[in-house]
């Protein structure tokens, strides 16, 4: 299933080092503007003190999301409502997160009918979504589109979302650039995939490529999961019975990558180093850490749907960004995969999704 989003390819991107921008029913008490309930990942992510922050027209934001059956998506959902709760001019409208595509449509329907001031949509399928988006620009209504891109800009105001290219990329310069200090000149180097018939995970190790190349290196043993820690298990089991000797490895997804550090556990296996991927709080502690195989991660942030809110909140009261020249905010916007290591691995703890 796809967990992540197509990275926005091939359209005008604006880089961020992961700063935010100054049918299933409607679920019952849509978020409060009254209670402080930021989380820590919107803490360590949101600006504060801008003159946007300040209140100002009331607005209604729809927001749509896949279930939260993932680390990664649980966060997306929980930061949203996070950084709504911020703002007492901002009444959120969830519906209830759903893997089925129909539903979503109709949920999506429902808000248009309610006549939300913006939309805020993380599809679970771009291509299937695209119409009912398009729906919705189409009576006025501006849409955010997270991370799995709609067929067509028509469908969408301005697209936030992470970089699969530049996850696999960094990778692949961290192994590279680690392996080249070490003197390691013919290394075996592994790849544990996520699904390998999606767009991303194509982005992904092509990027990881690129990276090794710089250094003269390529992948050794490449193998597919299914972005399930079960998965990662029987797949790093089979990679470690495929190659008695191993340099480095890199695991796209850090939950799947709970099953990769479990079948190295179980072989007893330390003569290599592994990179993950999204940033999960669980690697980061192992990373801080230092007792295991794990040594770095490269980011996908999760907090890009708190990025979402405050972008569409911006639209709907007509403002653009304090940082940027111009009344208009950007079109696209694509996040930055940071490389976690031991060094810095405390600036990004606090967004990490659980």
């Known amino acids: 299933m796809d967990k992540r989003g197509l990275g926005g390819m091939g359209r005008r991107r604006l880089l961020l080092s992961g700063a935010v921008l100054g049918g299933g029913a409607l679920v019952a008490g849509c978020t409060s503007n ?12 949101s600006t504060s003190g801008t003159d946007n922050d300040k209140p100002g ?11 939260a059956d993932h680390g990664w998506m649980a966060a997306i959902t929980k930061n949203a409502m996070a950084q709504a709760k911020r703002f007492s001019d901002v009444h959120l409208e969830a519906v209830e997160g759903t893997n089925d595509v129909n539903a979503q449509i109709s949920q999506v329907q429902t808000l248009i009918g309610k006549k939300v001031d913006v939309l805020v949509i993380l599809p679970f399928d771009g291509k299937a979504l695209t119409s009912v988006a398009q729906q919705a620009m189409d009576a006025g209504i ?39 200090a070490k003197g390691v000149s013919a290394p075996v180097i592994g790849e544990i995939a996520g699904i390998d018939n999606l767009e991303l ?5 092509a990027g990881f490529k690129k990276g090794l190349a710089k250094y003269g290196y390529r992948v050794g043993i490449r193998q597919a999961a299914n972005f399930t820690a079960d998965s990662g298990q029987q797949v790093m089991s089979n990679v470690l019975q495929a190659r008695s000797h191993l340099d480095a490895v890199w ?3 850090d939950d799947q990558g709970i099953g990769v550090e479990a079948a190295i556990k179980q072989a007893g ?16 502690q192992e990373i801080k850490a230092d007792n295991s195989v794990l040594k770095a991660t ?3 942030p999760s907090n890009m749907s708190a990025s979402a809110i405050k972008i569409a909140r911006l639209i709907a009261q007509g403002k653009g960004m304090n940082d940027l020249v111009g009344a208009d905010l ?5 996040l930055f995969s940071a490389t976690v290591t031991k060094e810095n691995v405390d600036q990004y703890l606090p967004g990490a999704f659980s």
């Open 142 to 180: 501006p849409v955010i589109n997270v991370d799995r891109v709609f067929d067509t800009p028509l469908a969408y105001r301005t697209w936030i979302g992470g970089d699969n290219f530049g996850m696999g990329l960094n990778a692949g310069l961290y192994i590279g650039r680690t392996l080249k």
């Open 201 to 205: 995970t194509k982005q992904r190790s």
């Open 34 to 45: 009254k209670s402080d309930a930021s989380t820590d990942d919107v803490k360590a992510a």
């Open 269 to 284: 296996r330390d003569e290599f180093f592994m990179v993950g991927g999204a940033g999960s709080q669980h690697a980061m």
């Open 57 to 67: 027209k009331h607005v209604t934001i729809g927001f749509s999301a896949p279930a």
């Open 330 to 334: 950007p079109s696209s916007v694509t």
């Open 251 to 253: 695991n796209h997804d």
């Open 298 to 300: 490269v980011v996908y």
